[in-house]
């Protein structure tokens, strides 16, 4: 990634966050058991480390994060965004960054950890990444929390008839193939929870939407434009009705007249 188009990911996930920890099943955290010594955290995909600031809080006692990233200028920033997060009842966090490829760890490279965790990563991964990413969990014996994935549902309201080829559209781009890898985009829960399955560990599953409203208007018109972009991009043919239904829904937006829920789902493996 260009130094200017991380700048411009780094602003998606500024954006995004407080939609992401409103959205995210907080019930399941409290699965999440502690163990002796520092609790060990691998955030997988941390971006610019909205799940650390969000989930160390969370947990008591001491932890050791450890970021995974493969661009090192996101890593930067979410080392930095952690200075003054403490655990819950005020115990020291520190951090770690690793670049590099998420999808080439193995149980050796997680061997040690308490919990290992992702937020809006899965839909990004083939099928056979997540394949491995889940053995590595697995390998490691401990707990995975990975939230915030996106499944594929839209509801608008007010309801247009256009809503539903969009949203197939945009679903289809989730899934094109980019350089030979061909993304699992909104199938990636139900994969990852199969995966998950067939190393005999348990999962849980719950409804994690974004609920936006008149309050994350930035937000709405930041995903809803990328939203059409993307479905324009997968099938040219709606490019002739996507300005004036983009230009319906932003004045919606802008005039708080326009609420979008949009399915994602947490998963917790690896805890009876
Ligand atoms: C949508 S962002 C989510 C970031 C963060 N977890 C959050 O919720 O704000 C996905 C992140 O995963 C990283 N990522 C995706 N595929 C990766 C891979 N194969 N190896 C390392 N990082 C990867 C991207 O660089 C990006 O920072």
């Known amino acids: 990634m260009s130094v200017d188009d991380s700048i411009l990911f780094a602003e998606w996930l500024r954006l995004r966050e407080a939609a992401d920890a409103a959205a995210r099943a907080a019930e399941l955290v409290d699965l999440v058991r502690a163990g002796p010594g520092p609790r060990v955290v691998h955030d997988l995909g941390c971006g610019t480390g909205s799940m650390g600031r969000w989930l160390a809080p969370r947990l008591p006692g001491a932890q050791e994060w450890i970021f ?119 199938d990636a829960v139900d994969a990852c929870a199969a995966a998950f399955d067939r190393h005999g560990l348990p999962v849980r599953r719950r409804p994690s939407p974004w609920r936006l409203g008149p309050e994350q208007s930035d937000l709405t018109v930041a995903w809803l434009t990328g939203w059409v972009a993307a479905a324009c991009e997968q099938r040219p043919e709606l490019a002739g009705e996507a300005e004036a239904y983009l230009r319906r829904r932003l004045g919606q937006a802008a005039t708080g007249r326009l609420r979008v829920e949009l399915g994602h789902d947490d998963l917790l493996a690896g805890v009876d």
């Open 68 to 186: 995974h990233d493969r661009d090192e200028a996101l890593l930067a920033r979410a080392a930095a965004g952690m200075a003054g997060v403490r655990a819950a009842d005020g115990a020291p966090v520190t951090v770690r960054t690793r670049p590099g490829d998420l999808t080439a760890l193995t149980a050796a490279d997680l061997a040690g950890a308490s919990l290992i965790t992702a937020s809006a990563l899965l839909d990004m991964l083939t099928a056979a990444e997540l394949d491995r990413m889940v053995a590595a969990c697995a390998g490691a014996g401990c707990p995975a929390l990975l939230m915030v994935s996106v499944t594929g549902t839209v509801a608008f309201t007010p309801v247009e008839p256009l809503d539903a080829e969009f949203a197939a559209a945009f679903n289809d781009h989730q899934r094109r193939t980019v350089d030979g890898r061909t993304l699992l985009g909104p």
